[in-house]
């Protein structure tokens, strides 16, 4: 049963750039959450998918979006990249919003 | 609002000593709360959790981890620290009620080293 998974691993842009990271869940899991983590910190959640829809959402600006699809893979779109971007990116996937959140290796973005 | 508060951001113990990890939070509201480990260049692993059902919850890889309300902490815990428990270790919060399901508030993390 594979886990969570998420690509790609690295992701080097430049400022002004936009990015696209993907998340595909854990078997059985509906239910996405993204979380930032910068260096040093520790991660802060930045939205949350279900059914296709945002659900819950953190303290990030609308140039972070994204977007699940019906089998529940999901995509996080980071517009106009800003140096403070840089940082591991991770998804979590569960099966209902009391569950277990299972963590995937993350995608680490440096923007130049 | 929920927060959580790591104390200490290095710990250091000798292999076979007692492992110490501090958490205090805050929530309104009864919460969830969570261990996870991170090792390097890897995404986070959960350890163990709370969810309002015994108090002293065991983990995995012989952690365990109270809860004591009236500290408001989730300290976790190992008798006996092996060269393996280095890592970064972060305690989450996640507030039950309102909209704040599956909305995990983490610690700042602490990295734990583990001397022969």
């Known amino acids: 049963d594979a886990g969570v998974t998420q690509s790609p691993t690295h992701l080097i842009k430049t400022r002004g750039q936009q990015v696209t990271l993907r998340c595909s869940p854990k078997s059985g899991h509906d239910t996405v959450s993204w979380y930032q983590q910068a260096l040093g910190q520790g991660p802060q959640f930045i939205f949350q998918y279900y059914e296709e829809e945002e659900r819950q959402r953190g303290n990030f600006p609308d140039r972070f979006s994204g977007h699940q699809f019906p089998n529940y893979s999901s995509e996080l779109n980071v517009n106009a990249l800003l140096l403070g971007d840089s940082a591991l990116y991770l998804c979590a996937s569960s099966s209902d919003l009391l569950d277990i959140q299972y963590f995937g290796a993350g995608t680490r973005l440096s923007v130049l | 609002a929920q927060s959580v508060t790591q104390l200490g951001s290095h710990v250091s113990v000798s292999e076979g000593a007692l492992v110490l990890l501090r958490c205090n939070y805050s929530s309104s509201v009864p919460p969830y709360l969570f261990w996870y480990v991170q090792y390097p260049n890897q995404g986070l692993q959960l350890l163990l959790k709370?969810?309002?059902?015994?108090?002293l919850v065991k983990g995995i890889n012989g952690f365990e981890a109270e809860f004591k309300k009236s500290e408001t902490s989730f300290h976790l815990t190992k008798p006996s620290a092996h060269m393996s428990d280095a890592a970064e270790y972060f305690c989450a919060v996640d507030a039950l009620g309102g909209t704040s399901y599956g909305k995990l508030t983490f610690g700042q993390g602490t990295i734990l080293t583990v001397h022969p």
């Open positions: 709370y969810t309002s059902a015994a108090t």
